[in-house]
Nanobody, 119 residues
């Protein structure tokens, strides 16, 4: 059974860097043709796709976030992570990690983690 679990601080101060980790179980993040994504949802807004890391470790970040966001992985722990720098209150959201089977088909999601940005 594939499971994803987000972890990280629930509260981040403005201008700091947000770091979240997604721990995957039931499958390897290096399995061919799979990709692993970060998606967030701010209050009152729709889902925002943030970026992806593919099974070979290549990443693609949403252009509007490219200057602040990065995605990395630790294959030994079967984890992938999101770093978002210089956060503002607009970055407050529920952050999800999800598995992409290809072409944007997200078949497994984490439960989401709430992030608040406040001093």
């Amino acid at each position: 059974q594939v499971q994803l679990q987000e972890s990280g601080p629930g509260l981040v101060k403005p201008s700091q860097t947000l770091s979240l980790t997604c721990t995957v179980s039931g499958t390897s993040i290096t399995t061919k043709y799979l990709a692993w994504t970060w998606i967030r949802q701010s209050p009152g807004k729709g889902l925002e796709w943030m970026g992806v890391i593919g099974y070979l470790g290549s990443t693609y970040i949403r252009p509007s976030l490219k200057s602040r966001a990065s995605i990395s992985w630790d294959t030994s722990k079967n984890q992938f992570s999101l770093q978002l720098s210089s956060v503002t209150p607009e970055d407050a959201a529920v952050y999800y990690c999800a598995r992409d089977r290809g072409s944007g088909e997200y078949d497994y999601w984490g439960q989401g983690t709430q992030v608040t940005v406040s001093s």
